[in-house]
């Protein structure tokens, strides 16, 4: 029983390294913008790991993608480390990705069973951590010189994010139902 448990134990660690490491690349691959807030694969991989592995383990893989970067691993956007990295204007959306990854686990009954739930979980927890990120904007950028509104960070920082993030969700539930019936 004893060796039964250890195994789980280990696979569920092996599996949240994955997908810690997948959100990791996924920040590396990025579109620089203007105000940079970069267009990543990040909330592809944050979506993926609650999708495949479940609110407990997919919120694993968020908080240790977080820790590993705020002790200075270079796994944030830009190849970036620290808690400098998270002081920046885009800090907010990384943050926000722990609160996502929390209400995805909060309401993981109610979303188990059907796509069409946990896509709208998804779209959910997108405005939670567009909310996060838009309010950290507003306090950060500021200290560069000038103040924003926030109709104007919602126009740099959310309204350009939402078709991609849109098909990134689509592309992490198609990926869930595909590959949950796997992990579990």
């Known amino acids: 029983m004893e060796v039964t448990a250890a195994r789980f134990r280990a696979k569920d660690i092996a599996y949240i390294a994955i997908f810690t490491a997948l959100i990791a690349v996924g920040a590396w691959?990025?579109?620089?913008?203007?105000?940079?807030?970069?267009?990543?694969?990040?909330?592809l991989g944050v979506f993926m790991a609650l999708g495949i592995l479940g609110g407990k383990?997919?919120?694993?893989?968020?908080?240790?993608y977080l820790l590993l970067g705020a002790v200075g691993a270079p796994v944030f956007s830009g190849f970036s480390g620290g808690l400098g990295a998270l002081l920046t204007p885009s800090g907010g959306y990384l943050i926000g990705f722990f609160f996502t990854a929390l209400f995805m686990w909060s309401v993981e009954k109610l979303t188990r069973d059907s796509l069409w739930l946990l896509g709208a979980g998804m779209v959910a927890g997108a405005v939670i951590y567009y909310a996060f990120g838009?309010?950290?904007?507003?306090?950060?950028?500021?200290?560069g010189g000038e103040a924003v509104s926030l109709m104007t960070a919602l126009g740099w920082c959310v309204f350009p994010y939402i078709p991609v993030d849109l098909a990134k969700i689509a592309l992490a539930l198609a990926l869930?139902?595909?590959l949950r019936p796997y992990v579990r």
């Open 176 to 178: 869930t139902a595909r």
């Open 29 to 43: 691959i990025a579109i620089p913008t203007p105000v940079r807030i970069d267009f990543t694969l990040q909330t």
């Open 134 to 143: 838009t309010a950290w904007f507003m306090v950060v950028y500021p200290m």
């Open 57 to 64: 383990r997919g919120t694993l893989a968020v908080t240790a």
